[in-house]
């Protein structure tokens, strides 16, 4: 009896060293060590937590429209900066038509004293005709990517600004005066104005109209001014809210590193581990073998 208990023994023996258990257990173990030290090595070296979908699909999902979104608030900070560029360069010209206007008004206010002879307002007239045609040249020469910006809103028609991450964050800008800035639109050299300072009534008549210019360039330079204000604003919003989608990109898209360099440690460490007792496991059937010398 105690010699087939003996065999009966010896045969489930030999069919555990057969299977080895013990190794493929320690394989697996070893295993799953290599790839959590893969991942975890793999975030060190690129600095994201989620490097391909299979780490987290939904995170991956969200994190790409984050970026987007980010990438669209860059996007409207360059836009905005633009429209800034665009308004005070026609804000230049306006400012510089204003100027000339001054200039014309004091000449037409100059003419208006009958002390003058028909020489000096005469040589004020063509003095003027100057100012008018340097304002005509402002109008046309102020352009930007070939459009004249002083003649934009001729007929009512709106310029477009994109202010934000989305399409349909936009305003919309159109001087007040539809009618353009130069020297005959603002009725300055018109037919019935030739002569312009010839008398003292007419030098009057006249200096009304350049107040009446005047104060219509005032009109478009205060329009400029509050849409720079908004935009300015629209700036400082678009710019909190870009920090603020990056920082919500990064807390889910990113490593943190001091985490991630514990959990490598610790993995190498379990590594050693694995790969030893993976050793001690294939070594075990060899001192079963023994038994039989």
């Known amino acids: 009896m105690a010699g087939l208990v003996g065999s009966a023994a010896q045969s489930d023996q030999l069919a555990r060293v057969a299977s080895n258990v013990g190794a493929l257990n320690a394989q697996n173990a070893l295993n799953l060590v290599n790839r959590q030290l893969s991942v975890a090595q793999t975030r060190l070296a690129t600095g994201r937590k989620i490097n391909t979908a299979e780490d987290d699909p939904a ?11 980010a990438e669209g608030f860059m996007q409207a900070l360059d836009n905005l900066g633009d429209s800034k560029n665009f308004l005070a360069t026609a804000e230049g010209s306006l400012q510089k038509i ?12 100059q003419a208006i004293s009958d002390i003058m002879g028909t020489t000096e307002r005469s040589d004020i007239e063509k003095e003027i005709e100057g100012y008018l045609a340097e304002i005509s040249d402002i109008n046309n020469e102020t352009q930007w990517n070939g459009k004249k910006l002083l003649q934009m809103s001729v007929g009512g028609a709106d310029t477009v600004f994109q202010t934000g991450a989305n399409a349909d964050n936009t305003v919309s800008f159109k001087f007040g005066r539809t009618t353009g800035h130069s020297s005959s639109n603002l009725h300055l050299d018109g037919v019935s104005n030739r002569g312009h300072v010839n008398s003292s009534s007419s030098a009057q008549a006249y200096m009304s109209s350049v107040d009446s210019a005047i104060a219509s360039i005032s009109v478009s330079l205060r329009e400029v001014g509050s849409m720079m204000a908004r935009l300015t604003f629209k700036e400082e919003q678009v710019t909190v809210a870009h920090a603020n989608t990056e920082a919500a990109f990064s807390r889910i898209m990113n490593a943190d ?6 959990k490598a440690t610790t993995f190498l460490i379990l590594q050693q581990i694995a790969t030893a007792s993976l050793s001690q496991a ?5 001192a079963v073998l023994a038994l039989f010398r």
């Not at 995170?59 to 979104?69: D, E």
């Open 59 to 69: 995170s991956l999902t969200m994190g790409t429209k984050l970026r987007a979104r």
């Open 98 to 109: 204003n100027d000339i206007l001054i200039k014309i008004r004091t000449k037409s206010q």
């Open 257 to 262: 590193i001091a985490r991630e360099q514990v």
């Open 282 to 286: 294939n070594a075990n059937p060899q």
